[in-house]
């Protein structure tokens, strides 16, 4: 698949960090399970999208070879889009619906358009009152609409299509499986607003990460980059943090203020090692000479050859059939997914936003453990206005 020098969906790391473009550039293409979710989540999107279909009807099908059996959880995330976009056409009917449509942001800052360019989840184009972009995301961390680089692209490539002025451009945010948060987010710029963030902010990190040597800068954008862990600028910026701020306060002695700033900095020190020692793993693999240091092997555990013929042994031995293969209840999770395999799940009534929990009445939440997390806006507000 083919992908942009400068792309949308990773404008949040190359706008901060311009030498990260061509870091990426060559990243070997991975898909991890939760990866291969959001892709199939979006497949039904499209289909449902180009079909005018309920997303309900694909529940347990297979739409690709290589992607996952559409579950509850993708029919419920995509039923969040079409019911927004049905209800939007419904009030604008003369408004243009565009799925998965290339749009080209390069010319609008003085760069190529096979260079900055992306594919838009839905576009709809409701000239001249506005430019609607939504993103759906199917995962958990969080995205805000407001700020959000990637449909900014997108409002820009699609100005640039239409060589028109929109009075304004609204960004949509549809991410359903992350707590605590709506479903639906939104946020609008006019076109003032849209072109000084070009000109300001996304004409000189581009023109940056075109250059020979574009700078590189450390922080929470790390994540995902497939130079994090072997990058100079990250580890510099990690050790920097471990050194000056860890060892300069007593973690028992902290205030609250200076624990909070200690917080920001966890998340890319933490990122900068667990990606390091992956690196440094692989390079010793590799053959790689590293002083002082040498490849070693965990203990290893101690598995059966076969199963069966163990079965049989212990069988002879003495143990009983409990007592050699012991049984117990499956948990929550593999219940739920056992169920939704076998279509045994209760299918979600026309008008519910989700099926019913038929475990609901047996679930127990007690075995909670305490964790940190980033507080809600409302909270921080709270928190400074105290």
């Not at 991890?32 to 892709?39: H, M, Q, R």
């Not at 497949?43 to 309900?56: K, M």
Request: glycine share 6%; proline share 6%; with cysteine.
């Amino acid at each position: 698949m083919k992908h942009a020098f400068l792309s949308p969906s990773a404008s949040h790391r190359w706008l901060k960090c311009p030498g990260s473009a061509k870091a990426n550039a060559d990243k070997p293409y991975e898909e991890s399970e939760a990866a291969l979710e959001g892709t199939s989540a979006h497949v039904l999107l499209e289909v449902c999208l180009r079909l005018g279909s309920d997303p309900e009807r694909f529940l347990g099908c297979l739409l690709g070879k290589g992607l996952m059996v559409v579950d509850d959880k993708m029919v419920t995330g995509v039923g969040y889009v079409i019911d927004w976009v049905n209800g939007y056409l419904s009030q604008y009917p003369e408004a243009v619906l565009r799925v998965e449509h290339a749009l080209h942001a390069g010319p609008t800052v003085g760069i190529g358009e096979d260079v900055l360019w992306g594919t838009t989840d839905v576009i709809i184009d409701n000239y001249p009152i506005e430019c609607v972009v939504l993103d759906y995301k199917h995962g958990t961390w969080k995205v805000e609409a407001k700020g959000n680089t990637q449909t900014l692209l997108y409002h820009a490539g699609q100005r640039h299509a239409k060589q028109k002025r929109y009075r304004r451009y609204r960004s949509v945010i549809v991410q359903p499986n992350t707590r605590g948060t709506k479903p639906v987010r939104e946020h609008s710029v006019n076109d003032n607003q849209l072109m000084a963030w070009l000109d300001e902010t996304v004409k000189p990190a581009a023109l940056l990460a075109l250059s020979d040597d574009p700078p590189r800068l450390a922080g929470d954008w790390c994540r995902y980059c497939y130079a994090s862990g072997k990058c100079k600028a990250q580890a510099k910026q990690a050790t920097d943090v471990a050194i000056v701020e860890f060892k300069r306060h007593d973690p028992n002695k902290l205030k609250p203020a200076d624990r909070a700033a200690l917080l920001a900095q966890v998340p890319m020190v933490k990122v900068f090692l667990e990606d390091f020692l992956a690196s440094t793993l692989d390079a010793l693999q590799r053959g790689e000479s590293i002083p002082g240091y040498e490849l070693g092997w965990n203990p290893p555990r101690r598995i059966w050859k076969d199963p069966s013929l163990a079965d049989k042994l212990l069988g002879k031995l003495g143990l009983s059939v409990d007592e050699r293969q012991p049984r117990e209840l499956l948990s929550p999770a593999q219940a739920e997914k056992a169920l939704r395999g076998k279509k045994l799940w209760p299918r979600k009534a026309k008008g519910q936003k989700e099926a019913p929990n038929p475990l609901a009445s047996l679930l127990d939440f007690t075995e909670k453990t305490p964790c940190i997390e980033k507080a809600s806006a409302a909270n921080e507000f709270a928190d400074n206005e105290a």
